[in-house]
């Protein structure tokens, strides 16, 4: 009996991501069969499909790297979980085998895959991309600890480690932004300063823990983080939309004598920025995150009982829900700058299971 799954696909990059019946593979070394629940829709994957970070060998390819599910099934040589287990799949290593690719059959020729994929009903994972979680996280909240939250949160806890009265900008308030944004809230941060283009984002932003909120289509947002701090500038900025020039403010809003800029939003390859060296020589630092610098396997559960204890509520930073057959719709509001963090819901339209 031949098993099968369905998946979004990316065929060809700057086209719709097709939703194909995938053939699952057998289980190898390492490798965990992952009933997904839901996966977060995230940038990254966005510029996976225009095509932003140079050609793609790897075509065609299953897509996602943050969701929660269920294990169904391990495969030899697998410790970290079992199933019945309620996991985290995130695209940052942890302990456990690392297995980099698998590849699925289908009608039209092998569909290839990373370690994790997300947009996709039963998924082969790598046993070290998986985090297990407690049984009663509820799983809805648990997609988000795959990346935005790691990312986000790790800014604030692990690259910047912004304490009480501390002030903090953060540039773009998508799913990284808005978790940077709770996370500085938890930190009880004096002054946290959401800047977007988008109102809606905006008041979301203010849900969450903005003190304040700029909006850049209207106002300058130098001028009013420099109106906002007595013309010092914040103690930290994060820069999360992926836009060159935004990361240019981005420095230039912190403090000199040692505030700190982030860089965590990823633009299409080959944007460069313009710093003038008199920023840094006045003591303006700024440097690049890679995951929040998140360690998966302590990270994702801490921030999991921090949910759980109602320190960091979740839900709320979830903005949009979508089924796996509205995947380009989804792709299509992250592209308009309208989604905070969207979910894809696999319970929504599933043909799961068949064989």
């Not at 895959?113 to 509820?138: D, K, W």
């Not at 008199?278 to 921090?306: H, P, T």
Request: proline letters at 5%; glycine letters at 14%.
């Amino acid at each position: 009996m031949t098993e099968r799954t369905e998946a979004a696909v990316l065929v060809e990059t700057g086209k719709p991501l097709q939703l194909m019946k995938l053939v699952l593979p057998d289980l190898g070394n390492g490798q965990v069969l992952v009933d997904i629940a839901y996966s977060g829709v995230c940038h990254s994957q966005l510029n996976e499909i225009q095509g932003n970070r140079g050609p793609d060998r790897f075509l065609p390819h299953t897509l996602g790297h943050e969701g929660s599910g269920t294990v169904l099934e391990v495969g030899p040589g697998v410790t970290k979980v079992v199933p019945g287990d309620r996991v985290v799949v995130t695209w940052l290593k942890g302990d456990g085998a690392d297995v980099p690719s698998t590849q699925y059959g289908s009608e039209a020729g092998p569909v290839n895959s990373g370690a994790v994929s997300t947009f996709i009903r039963r998924a082969v994972i790598s046993e070290n991309r998986l985090v297990p979680i407690p049984q009663h996280m509820p799983l809805r909240e648990a997609a988000l600890l795959g990346c935005a939250i790691p990312t986000g949160g790790g800014i604030v806890l692990n690259t910047m480690k912004v304490d009480a009265g501390d002030s903090v900008a953060v540039f773009g308030v998508g799913g990284i932004g808005l978790s940077a944004v709770l996370t500085a809230s938890m930190c009880k941060a004096d002054k946290i300063i959401a800047i977007d283009i988008c109102g809606d984002k905006l008041a979301h932003a203010g849900k969450m823990g903005a003190t304040h909120t700029i909006d850049a289509s209207t106002e300058g947002p130098l001028e009013k983080i420099l109106q906002l701090t007595d013309g010092k500038g914040v103690d930290f900025a994060i820069e999360a939309a992926g836009i060159t020039e935004v990361m240019e403010t981005a420095l230039k809003s912190v403090r000199t004598g040692g505030g700190l800029c982030v860089l965590a939003g990823n633009p299409a390859m080959g944007k460069t920025i313009a710093i003038d060296p008199f920023d840094l020589i006045q003591g303006r630092n700024i440097k690049g995150s890679w995951g929040g610098e998140s360690d998966s396997d302590r990270d994702i559960l801490r921030y999991a009982q921090w949910h759980l204890t109602g320190n960091m509520p979740l839900s709320g930073l979830i903005t949009h829900e979508y089924s796996l057959d509205q995947i380009n719709q989804a792709f299509a509001d992250l592209e308009s700058g309208k989604l905070g963090r969207g979910i894809v819901d696999m319970s929504l339209g599933a043909t799961n299971g068949e064989t």
